[in-house]
């Protein structure tokens, strides 16, 4: 008798299809020689505000698109907006991470022409989106002080999936007596070699180091 049954590995499948989406992804970011960064981590770390303050100091430089993913409101797009920065964002309603096909859904309807470097902030959440692929140059992921000292220790997946970590509301620390050094000793357990920035978005210290190091 003909074993009929058909075992279909759905995560293998999910993953698969969301992997080539993202090289497709990356080949049109590259036709078109744009830069581009998908930025990571919880609700509230300080995404949008690293955005801005990046807009600020970069948009002399490169013609900027802010693709922002939440699951509903168009909050984080405007803000970026008011910065005379064009935005679309992108509503999940019940996904807790963007995918590729998202972005690409997104730089369909958009003229890409117009632009030469591309912020992604993800939806807030320091679990799913490290999964998903989305096709661009540097994934980082931002963590910050208000969270406790255990984040980077809780989420050594996430880091892993990371190009880079940025540690942001450094100008709190001293009021939490918030120990940087030790959240970036935690980054160095998990990968010895991830770079790690340490910035407050609010007052700009060390905002032109992760420039740099993002190469931009
Ligand atoms: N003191 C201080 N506050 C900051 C800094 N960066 C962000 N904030 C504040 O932190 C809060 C959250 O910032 P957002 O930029 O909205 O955070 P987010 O990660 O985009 O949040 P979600 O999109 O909701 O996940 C706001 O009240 C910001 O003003 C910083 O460097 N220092
Ligand atoms: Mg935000």
Not at 10 to 30: M, P, Q, T, V, W
Not at 121 to 135: D, K, Q
């Amino acid at each position: 008798m003909v074993d009929k049954k058909v075992v279909i590995d759905i995560k293998r499948d999910l993953f698969g299809a969301n992997e080539e989406a993202a090289s497709e992804n990356a080949e049109i970011f590259k036709k078109h020689g744009i830069k581009s960064v998908d930025i990571m981590g919880s609700v509230g770390t300080g995404k949008t505000h690293l955005i801005e303050a990046l807009c600020e100091r970069l948009k002399g430089k490169y013609r900027i698109l802010m693709l922002a993913g939440d699951l509903a409101t168009t909050i984080d797009a405007d803000r970026v907006a008011a910065h005379g920065v064009d935005t679309l964002q992108i509503n999940t309603q019940t996904a807790c991470h963007l995918d590729a096909r998202m972005i690409r859904y997104a730089l369909n309807n958009v003229d890409l022409s117009k632009y030469d470097l591309v912020f992604i902030e993800n939806v807030g959440n320091l679990i799913c989106p490290a999964g998903y692929s989305l096709g661009v140059d540097k994934k980082i992921v931002v963590v910050s002080v208000t969270e406790g000292p255990y984040m980077i220790r809780k989420h050594p997946l996430t880091i892993k999936r990371a190009d880079m970590v940025v540690i942001n509301k450094i100008d709190l620390a001293e009021a939490l007596e918030f120990d940087v050094g030790h959240l970036i000793a935690d980054v160095r357990e998990v990968d010895a070699n991830i770079p790690v920035v340490a910035v407050s978005s609010k007052t700009g210290e060390g905002l032109d180091g992760l420039i740099n190091v993002l190469d931009l």
